[in-house]
């Protein structure tokens, strides 16, 4: 019995996703219709984990990313990966993310994400760096943007490093 599955995320979804992240804010109900839209369009992946049939987490896939530090560069990008406190440690997001890479690695060698680097995303930092991904080299960005020697910042979800992971070309 398989405990996590993965499917793509449609609209009648909405109401369990902002439930289980304790958010029933129009403005986040408003964004998983937009990343709905863009997945209607396709222009995203937008990947819903359940795990023993409730709703445990997302992954949000673009093939061809128009936000972050490696926008509008065609590389396909990790957008958003969320995993609901009751389920993480269990392996849901490792399962989500390889459904993302297996779809990423259809069309690109490589796909790009950014993580924040407050203490509070210190688990997702690892949990990529083991996954193989590894710095762009440029440095932190903050607002989407390399940020200078010595220029001051904040320490906020807009600071970030950008991770980049390149797939063998001999796997599938």
Do not use: H
């Not at 019995?1 to 369990?16: K, L, Y």
């Not at 490696?70 to 609901?84: A, E, H, R, S, T």
């Not at 690109?108 to 949990?127: H, I, M, S």
């Amino acid at each position: 019995m398989q405990r996590i599955e993965v499917r793509q995320m449609t609209r009648e979804d909405i109401p369990a996703i902002c439930k289980a992240d304790n958010d029933e804010s129009e403005a986040f109900v408003n964004y998983l219709k937009e990343q709905l839209d863009y997945q209607d369009n396709k222009e995203c992946a937008a990947l819903l984990a359940l795990y023993d049939n409730r709703v445990a987490g997302y992954v949000l896939l673009f093939y061809q990313c128009r936000w972050g530090a490696l926008k509008n560069q065609g590389l396909p990008g990790i957008c958003d990966l969320k995993v609901f406190e009751p389920y993480r440690r269990k392996g849901v997001a490792t399962k989500l993310m390889d459904c993302a890479e297996a779809l990423a690695r259809r069309e690109n060698t490589k796909l790009y994400l950014e993580v924040c680097l407050n203490a509070d995303y210190g688990p997702a930092q690892r949990f990529y760096i083991l996954r193989g991904y590894v710095p762009d080299g440029a440095g932190v960005y903050y607002e989407e943007r390399v940020l200078g020697k010595d220029e001051v910042c904040r320490n906020d979800d807009e600071l970030t490093l950008c991770l980049i992971k390149e797939f063998d070309a001999t796997r599938g």
